[in-house]
């Protein structure tokens, strides 16, 4: 599965692999440093990635979307 990340700073979307959530990654475009939450730290995004079977999106706030 994989994960879409965006850049707090310059609001690039990244696809990253899902083994990268809950780690700091930096952005290849702005060079900021930023953190993808763990799934469990956002409800909502644990049980849609439970059942999703693609790409999920979580924002800095914790939104989902996919």
Do not use: H
């Not at 999703?52 to 996919?66: F, H, L, S």
């Amino acid at each position: 599965m994989q994960i879409i990340a965006k850049c707090p700073e310059c609001f690039k979307a990244w696809m990253l692999d899902s083994n990268l959530a809950d780690r700091r990654i930096r952005c290849r475009k702005s060079g900021r440093l930023f953190k993808v939450p763990k799934p469990d730290e956002v409800p909502k995004a644990s049980e849609v990635i439970k059942r999703a079977r693609g790409t999920i999106y979580v924002d800095e706030e914790g939104k989902t979307y996919g």
